[in-house]
Structure formats: structure tokens, C-alpha cells
């Protein structure tokens, strides 16, 4: 199962489009998780339109759009913790690490944005993504996102950048 992270759209605030090449990865995509900050319901909408299936959460900037803060699925036997990260940039993946072990158990999967910047790491045991912005928008310097692929338990992630 092919599965597209995204975080950090901020359209129409910051930016106006996902790169069509970055769009192009959604719509083939078996299954997007999205870690918040869409900043609009068109947007959000938007990405559902792209997506054959979402996972998504409220980002900071997204109260009024009706996701939730956290959001658990499982995809070819992975479970994915997805929460936005709102706070300091210190301080990141201490509340990340904390989300997946109060949602699920370490060996689940942490999917999170709000720093614009791009990380596949293992934290306390536990992994971290953040596909960075599929936009580039401020601070990051560039667009970013991830897929992975997972299979019967197993993760294999790609990082991509325009």
C-alpha cells in the first residue's frame, strides 16, 4: 500500500497550489495522511478531492475546518499516530513521542508538521515523520512531503523535495 504525508498546505494564506508534481504523488497514492494546517476548508476540500482515502487532523490554524487534534489508522499493518505537533520547535518530538504512546504503542508510527521541516527519525523508540510543507510555505525554503510504502507490518519511506 502506497501511502502519501502531507502537513503544512497553507492555502490561501501563504500559498496558492500543492506543485502538480507533489499532486500528482496524492492522487496515486492507496491512502493520504495529512498532519494540519490546511488554513481553509477549500483546502481541506481540495485534498479530499485528490485523495482515494484521508486521514487528516486540525493544525493550529485550523479550529474552524472540523478535523480532530489526533487521528489513528492502521495501513498495511502500521499503525499511524497523526497529530499536528502545536507548540515550540523545542520541545517537538517529546509531544509527538508522547501522542503515539498515549494513542497507541511505541512500536506506532508518529506522523506530525507545524515546523516545516522535513524529519524521518526514531525518538525514545519511537518513529517520527514530518513531511515538512507540500507547499514550501514559510520558514520552510522549499516544497516537501513523504510516502511510504507499507506492507504486512514494514515501512519504507521516501522523502521528496522540489
Known sequence: MDVALISDSHIPSREHEIPPSFRERIEVADHVIHAGDFDSKGALADIRHMATA?????????PQIGLPERATVELGGV???VTHGTGSPQGWADRVAAAVREEADSSAVGVAGHTHERVDTVYEGVRLLNPGSVTGAS??????MLTATVEDGSIDVAQYEL
Open 54 to 62: 484521508l486521514t487528516a487532523v486540525s493544525g493550529n490554524i485550523d
Open 79 to 81: 499503525t499511524f499516530v
Open 139 to 144: 520558514p520552510a525554503d522549499r516544497p516537501t
